[in-house]
């Protein structure tokens, strides 16, 4: 089993920056991708970006001002938010792909938490 705790959300003014985290704990499988979706109200969840060992994607809309990272144990995912705007408002999801030792891969997301970005 995994459990996913985000945690960094909050209030912040537009040019503003957020740090978000999200910690993950599995002690039988192994972490294959990291990231984070975001939705607001009658929208679709959408991707904002995802992280694997090889590579990163990121939303157009994101690019150039958020990152995601993780830390040295690839356990938790980051994703620092610079440059915030309204439309960033939403509610951010840790999506987290673990793998099996049989290769065989299981989706999880976290309880969301809520980014506001308003003047």
């Known amino acids: 089993q995994v459990q996913l705790v985000e945690s960094g959300g909050g209030l912040e003014q537009p040019g503003g920056s957020l740090r978000l985290s999200c910690a993950a704990t599995?002690?039988?499988?192994?972490?294959?991708?990291m990231g984070w979706y975001r939705q607001v109200p009658e929208k679709q969840r959408e991707e904002v970006a995802t992280?694997?060992?090889?590579?990163?994607n990121y939303a157009d809309s994101v690019k150039g001002r958020f990152t995601i990272s993780r830390d040295n144990t690839k356990t938790t995912v980051y994703l620092q938010m610079n440059s915030l705007k309204p439309e960033d408002t939403a509610v951010y999801y840790c999506y987290v792909i673990v793998a099996d030792i049989n290769r065989r891969q299981y989706q999880y997301w976290g309880q969301g938490t809520q980014v506001t970005v308003s003047s």
């Open positions: 992280m694997t060992d090889g590579s990163t």
């Open positions: 599995t002690s039988i499988f192994s972490i294959a991708l």
